[in-house]
C-alpha cells in the first residue's frame, strides 16, 4: 500500500472513532429517547409515545415540582419509571380526601387527575429528606409511584433525567408541558 491510501485508512478510522464517541456522548450525557409502557401517565403520556429525554438540565439544577422525570425502581434492573414530581427535598406530603397536600397546603392542580382513591405511603406524613422527591404518575388511580414502597422517596441522585420533548406520535409531536 502506498502512503496516500494508508493516511486515508487511517482518517477514515479516526473519523468513526470519533463519530461513536460523539454518539455516545449525547446519549450519556446530554439526552436519549424514551418509549412510554402503560398508561399510568395518561391522559398526558400515553402508551407507546416516544419521548426525548433531557439528561444535562439536572448536571446544572434541580428537579422542579411537575416536571416528569424518568428513573430506576428500588427493586427493578432494566426498568424505568416515568413519573410527576410532586415533593421536593424537606417537603412533608400527604394525601387526604383524594387531595394531595404539600406541608399542610393543598396542591393546586386542574383537576384533570381525579381523587386519589389509595393513599399509599402518604396516608400518613411523609417527610422527604434531603435530595429526596415524591412522584406521581397522572393517572393517579392506576400508577406505582412514591405511594408504594417499591418506589418510596425518590433519590436525587437516582434521576436519570427529565423527559422534555415528544416525538411520537407526530399528531402530538412538541414540547412537554412542566405544569399540572
Known sequence: MNKRRLRRLFWAFVCICLTFFLTWSVAEFVGQRTEVEGMSMSPTLKDKENLIL??????????ER?????????????????????GLPGETVQIRDGDV??????????GAYGKIKDPGLAAEPFLL????Y????DNRNDSIDSR??????????????RAFF??????EFGFLSGKA
Not at 397536600?101 to 386542574?110: A, K, N, S, T, V
Not at 415524591?134 to 404518575?137: D, K, Q, R
Open 54 to 63: 433531557d439528561k444535562i438540565s439536572y448536571r446544572f439544577r434541580d428537579p
Open 66 to 86: 411537575y416536571e416528569i422525570v424518568v428513573f430506576p425502581p428500588k427493586y427493578k434492573e432494566n426498568t424505568y419509571y416515568i413519573k410527576r414530581v410532586i
Open 101 to 110: 397536600y404539600i406541608d399542610g397546603m393543598r396542591l393546586e392542580e386542574d
Open 129 to 132: 429528606g434531603e435530595e429526596e
Open 134 to 137: 415524591f412522584v406521581l404518575g
Open 148 to 161: 408504594e414502597p417499591e418506589v418510596g422517596a425518590v433519590r436525587r441522585e437516582d434521576i436519570l433525567g
Open 166 to 171: 415528544r416525538l411520537w406520535p407526530l399528531s
